[in-house]
């Protein structure tokens, strides 16, 4: 359940990790992001027409996001490699409703050239933590298509289990869970 009456707390601007620093997605990220959208692989992972360019998947996605914002329903953060002082990908906590029950999600995507480097770990751990330690929900879940194997290892590493499968967005998906006090246990050990 979700507990937060002021979701304008849910973004995680100004907040960092060892290497990333999130912030607010600007305009002027689009064109980075562009490069997200043209990876064919992953975009079938996500609930957009095989019909839609990759400028036509990158503008809706912007749209959501700031309609996201706008409306206080939580929402992606630019993750920024402090190194490189680049923008590498998106992650935040995200208001959905799966199945007619509200769920705080944590959603991750990274540009192509830095999966594998234990970003979104590290990006998806800070908005667990954050969550939980702002006590905006008792649970917090990620949802992912069946065939995106490498998001699923994320959000095992990020503690969580897999809770059921179900259909979002007209789209099968697994969605995992993490309980708060399976959180605070793991702090604990």
Same mark, same amino acid.
């Given at each position: 359940m979700i507990?937060?009456?002021?979701?304008?707390?849910?973004?995680l601007?100004?907040?960092e990790?060892?290497?990333?620093?999130?912030?607010?997605?600007?305009?002027?990220?689009?064109d980075?992001?562009?490069?997200?959208?043209?990876d064919?692989?992953? @975009?079938?992972?996500?609930?957009?027409?095989?019909?839609d360019?990759?400028l036509?998947?990158?503008?809706?996605?912007?749209?959501?996001?700031?309609w996201?914002?706008?409306?206080?329903m939580?929402? @992606?953060?630019?993750?920024?490699?402090?190194?490189?002082?680049?923008?590498? /990908?998106?992650? /935040?906590?995200?208001?959905?409703?799966?199945?007619?029950?509200e769920?705080?999600?944590?959603?991750?995507?990274?540009?192509?050239?830095? !999966? /594998?480097?234990g970003?979104?770990?590290?990006?998806?751990?800070?908005? !667990?933590?954050f969550?939980?330690q702002?006590d905006?929900?008792?649970?917090l879940?990620?949802?992912?298509h069946?065939?995106?194997?490498?998001?699923?290892?994320?959000?095992?590493?990020n /503690? @969580?289990?897999?809770?059921?499968?179900?259909?979002?967005?007209? @789209?099968?998906?697994?969605?995992?869970?993490?309980?708060?006090?399976?959180?605070?246990?793991?702090?604990e050990?």
């Amino acid at each position: 359940m979700i507990k937060i009456t002021d979701r304008t707390k849910l973004w995680l601007f100004g907040e960092e990790t060892d290497r990333l620093l999130f912030r607010k997605l600007e305009k002027n990220d689009f064109d980075t992001w562009l490069r997200f959208c043209e990876d064919r692989e992953i @975009m079938r992972f996500f609930a957009f027409s095989e019909a839609d360019s990759p400028l036509e998947i990158c503008q809706k996605w912007f749209e959501k996001v700031f309609w996201r914002y706008e409306h206080q329903m939580g929402g @992606m953060n630019a993750l920024i490699d402090k190194n490189s002082n680049t923008f590498i /990908g998106q992650c /935040g906590l995200l208001v959905q409703t799966v199945d007619n029950r509200e769920e705080l999600e944590i959603g991750y995507s990274l540009t192509p050239e830095v !999966r /594998g480097f234990g970003y979104a770990v590290e990006a998806a751990k800070k908005c !667990r933590d954050f969550a939980f330690q702002n006590d905006f929900s008792d649970s917090l879940i990620s949802i992912i298509h069946p065939d995106n194997i490498a998001s699923q290892q994320v959000a095992l590493k990020n /503690g @969580m289990q897999l809770w059921k499968q179900t259909d979002f967005n007209g @789209m099968p998906v697994h969605v995992y869970r993490i309980l708060k006090e399976e959180w605070l246990h793991s702090c604990e050990s």
